[in-house]
Each structure stands twice: as structure tokens, then as C-alpha cells.
């Protein structure tokens, strides 16, 4: 779901990045990966759209076909009907396909209240999650916003009661509970994993009497990915040992009523979600409303995010609600196809085959830009891994020990990490950065991967 407009943003950074390189996005070479069958981006067309007085980088850009399905791998059948339903026009479903899909349909009575629920509106997204959570959680918490206005007399903050915001702000209330599903809506923390999206069950609430009466001081979240919020557990309060939790503090920010700025939590009950926050999420079970998919893309995003047939139910089902935008038919068929014949291989791959002849001695020099944080990355690089040489600068590497988690198989390494390059200056021996390492392919050695 990335707009013309964010493309061209990109496009101008790595111009600006990379001095003023006027060659798009900078000379750079760009691998955009996705599906334009999927959702558009909101308000937007698809990148692969032409429109007239709109900067067009996508025409640049060749296309590959992946075909593998990995999502639903183990249902081929499941899988097969999906591919249909990705592409399929205003044309009514086969009767095979349709008797396919009516196996999932369900009444809302019948289907697993555990399963996430996908909508098509925020409306039908909010009641399923207020009723949801009390049908599962006999203790709810009930969080409401901290709304403060200035005073412009006396210059201080004035406590605003039952105020309403829009849709883009803060939430209004939040009803939590232990054990509830819920989905962060910020991005907290990019590199942390901590992003808009964000799906957790809520394991722990702190609660606070500092300013008067209790109100909610901190909210623990157990992810779903259990590798983000590495930074965030750092926050435990000292009643807890529960380290494995991501814990949550109010965000202030300004909201849509003018001079108005709100404090509150920065997520929302996630027992059921839209079909825009799904994209790019597999699971096992889901129940799926199609009562009002409004945009081409949208049933199908919604029923393709199980591994199986057998996971998915439908309720509200109506036929002409799954449909493709035929604009993506017509500019997928124009657009040019990368070539992978032989003459576009790697180049190593190329002097190391078979059909390339004579002896060669092939040396790579490289800029690790950090040995110890890029190491897993060179042990299973395909092309890196040919050469019989390979030369890194910028190891990063310090002290005089090379720990073996270093070493490459099939190679022998000669490192020269900074503090012996710099023997007689003692302040640049002990900077960061700098040192290099030259690994030697051992005879008869080869990678195999």
C-alpha cells in the first residue's frame, strides 16, 4: 500500500542521500516487493496505474513473477481458489469454486470467538470488539482519555471531560482487560518492532494513585512477536518480574479539536480488525464479514490470510463483494518482465559455473560496516561465499581475541583488528569503527548452502 506521492518521497531521499544524484532514487537499485492485487493505498492508485501530471517512477521498474505459495502451502486446493479469486473480475464464481467457498460460510453464532474477526469498517470493527470483550473478560477496565485545554487567561492546563475525537486520534476509552487482544496504533518504535499494527494480549495493568484518584499508570503487552520490544521490556516496574513484557505508557499528543491535547494509550482492542491492518498476516483461524467491502482487493486480502480452508468462516457472504480492480490486469500485462536468463546471473555465479572454462582466482572486497552484526548475514550469502578471497574493511572487530562465531567454513581468516593498526597512537587506537579481515578459501573447499 505505498502511494505515488510516498514513492516519490523515497525516490528524492536517496537523491539527497547519495549527493545529489539525479538518477532516480539516486542511482540506487530499489526491490519492491508486493501484490497490486491486494489494497490500494488509502485515497491513492496503485504505483503500476498510470496517471496523467503524477510523477511515474514504477515505469522504470521490471517485474518477476513469484509463484510459489507459501501461505497456504499444505491446502493446494485452498490455495488454487484463492489465486482465481485474486484476479476475478465481475464474472460470477465457477460452481466448483462457489461450492468451495460456501463450505466456509457460517452463521456469526457458530464461529470460534478466540478467531480474529475481519471487517471492512471501523464500525463493525468497534461493536465486535465491545461486545467480545466482555463475553470473554468478567473484570474490564474501563481507560478514558486525559483531555486538557490551556486556559488563556491563566495559562494553565484545564481537565476536559467526555470530549470526542475522529478516528486518526487517541481512542476516547479504552476497555482493557487481562487476557484481551489488542493491536498498538503508533509507531513507538521502528527499529524496536514496536509499530502501527502491532498485535499482543494484554498480560498486565499498573495501576496509579500518584496524581488522586487510580487511574491506569502502564499497560504490559505480551507480543505476538516474541522478538520485538527488546528496548521496551527494559521498562518493568519494580513490582513485577515478568520480563517478557513489552510495557506501555500513555502518549500525548494533539488531537482534532483545536488546542486540545490528549493523553492516553496508544492501541485499541483487537479482537477484530479491518482488512487494511491484515495485509502481509498468516493465521491458523479467522472469521471474515463481507457485508460491506467497499474497494476491489479487499475480500480477497481478508479470505487469503489463512494456511487452510478449514481455518476460515464466512459470515454476511455476498459473491459480488470479491472482485479485482481490472486497471491492475491491464498495466500488469504492459509492464516489462525482468529477464533471469543465463546472461543475468550473479557475476560469480557466472566465472564459477560450469560453462564458464579455465582456471580463475576471484577477490572480493567488501565494507562489513560491522562484522558482529552482519556475520550471520556473510555466512549465508550465496555470492559473497564464491569467493576464493574476500577482503572486509570496516570489521568493527576490537581487543586481540577473535571469537570463533567469526569464522567462515572453508575459509581461513587473518584478522588486524584497530588498537594493532595504531600501536603508536593510543586515541585512535581506541576509536570505534575501522579494522578489516581477509578470508582464504582453504583448497578444495567449497560452500554448499
Known sequence: MVSKELFAYVHWRFQQINAGNMEPFGGMSVLAVGDFYQLPPIKAKQLCVCEGRVLDLWKDFHMVNLTEIMRQKDDHTFAKLLNRIRTKKTDPLSVDDMALLTQAVAEIKDCPLHALHIFATNKEVDAHNAVTVTALHLHVVNIPAEDYRKDPRTGGMVILTDLKGNNRDLPDNIQAAQGARVMVTRNLDIEDGIVNGTFGTIANIVPTTEYGPTTVKMIGLELDNPTGGQKFRKK???????IYLVNIERLEEKISKRGVVRRQFPMKLAFGCRAHKVQGMTMKSAVVCLKRVFESGMAYVALSRTTSLEGLRIIDFEENKIYADPNITNAMENMSHASTSFSTRPLLHFVKSAEHTGPTLTVVHHNAEGLPTHIEDL?????????????????????????????????????RNRHVSYTDLVDMATEDGGAGAVFKQRPGDTFTM
Request: with cysteine; charged share 25%.
Open 236 to 242: 518493568i516496574q519494580e513490582a513485577t518480574d515478568i
Open 379 to 415: 555466512k549465508s550469502h550465496h555470492e559473497l561465499r564464491l569467493a576464493d578471497v574476500l577482503c572486509k574493511t570496516e570489521t568493527q572487530l576490537s581487543g586481540s581475541f577473535v571469537s570463533p562465531k567469526f569464522q567462515l567454513e572453508g575459509y581461513d581468516m587473518f584478522a
